[in-house]
Nanobody, 115 residues
Framework: QVQLVESGGGLVQPGGSLRLSCAASGSIFSRMPVTWYRQAPGQQREFVARVSSAGYAIYSDSVKGRFTISRDNAKSAVYLQMNSLKPEDTAVYFC?????????WGQGTQVTVSS
């Protein structure tokens, strides 16, 4: 069974950068697409970015041009490089991978963008 652990969150000023990591266990990881979501206070979970097993990436309109998702299958990890951060990016960020019709989820990591 796959386990996911997010890390790298923290406090950053507007315009700053942060890199999130999603570390995975399980031999099937390299064949899985992995998705980053975020959830701000009082809001539903929102799609951020997804990377396929082959490394192809898609992004939500709100983060296009600012965020980059990537994966390193040799390290069983997926990353989210976040640049030009805005206060609106403040949220708990989760990574997710498919588990049949459902998903595996990590515990989340807090990102706060504030002056």
């Amino acid at each position: 069974q796959v386990q996911l652990v997010e890390s790298g969150g923290g406090l950053v000023q507007p315009g700053g950068s942060l890199r999130l990591s999603c570390a995975a266990s399980g031999s099937i990881f390299s064949r899985m697409p992995v998705t980053w979501y975020r959830q701000a206070p009082g809001q539903q979970r929102e799609f951020v970015a997804r990377v396929s097993s082959a490394g192809y990436a898609i992004y939500s309109d709100s983060v296009k041009g600012r965020f980059t998702i990537s994966r390193d299958n040799a390290k069983s990890a997926v990353y989210l490089q976040m640049n030009s951060l805005k206060p609106e990016d403040t949220a708990v960020y989760f990574c997710s991978a498919p588990d049949g019709p459902a998903n595996y989820w990590g515990q989340g990591t807090q990102v706060t963008v504030s002056s």
